[in-house]
């Protein structure tokens, strides 16, 4: 029981620090999502953030940042391609991070 929450536990934390690459580089460039969600399903706890509504689900497999297709649109590829490439960037650094804590 105890692998099952934390392997739980450890998907949640992935899943969030690639949403938060997605949602931290749309913030740097104007855009403001709608949501951002971690989990699928019912809503488990919400809040309202800044103009984001931040949403937690209990099924702990996947999460989202809405952003709008047509704010999207407007800024440049390389701005668009930089939002798409930030929340893979995101679970890279927290690789590291947790290789290095573990080595210590």
């Given at each position: 029981?105890?692998?099952?929450?934390?392997?739980?536990?450890?998907?949640?934390?992935?899943?969030?620090?690639?949403?938060?690459?997605?949602?931290?580089?749309?913030?740097?460039?104007?855009?403001?999502?709608?949501?951002?969600?971690v989990g699928f399903g019912p809503t488990l706890y919400?809040?309202?953030?800044?103009?984001?509504?931040?949403?937690?689900?209990?099924?702990?497999?996947?999460?989202?940042?809405?952003?709008?297709?047509?704010?999207?649109?407007?800024?440049?590829?390389?701005?668009?391609?930089?939002?798409?490439?930030?929340?893979?960037?995101?679970?890279?650094?927290?690789?590291?991070?947790?290789?290095?804590?573990?080595?210590?």
């Amino acid at each position: 029981m105890l692998d099952i929450i934390s392997n739980a536990l450890s998907l949640l934390v992935i899943i969030t620090a690639h949403e938060l690459g997605h949602y931290i580089a749309a913030r740097r460039y104007g855009i403001i999502p709608p949501t951002f969600s971690v989990g699928f399903g019912p809503t488990l706890y919400a809040f309202l953030y800044k103009g984001t509504q931040f949403k937690f689900c209990p099924i702990p497999f996947g999460g989202a940042v809405s952003i709008p297709p047509a704010e999207l649109e407007n800024l440049t590829s390389r701005k668009q391609i930089s939002i798409l490439l930030a929340g893979p960037l995101a679970n890279l650094v927290l690789s590291i991070c947790i290789s290095i804590t573990m080595v210590m």
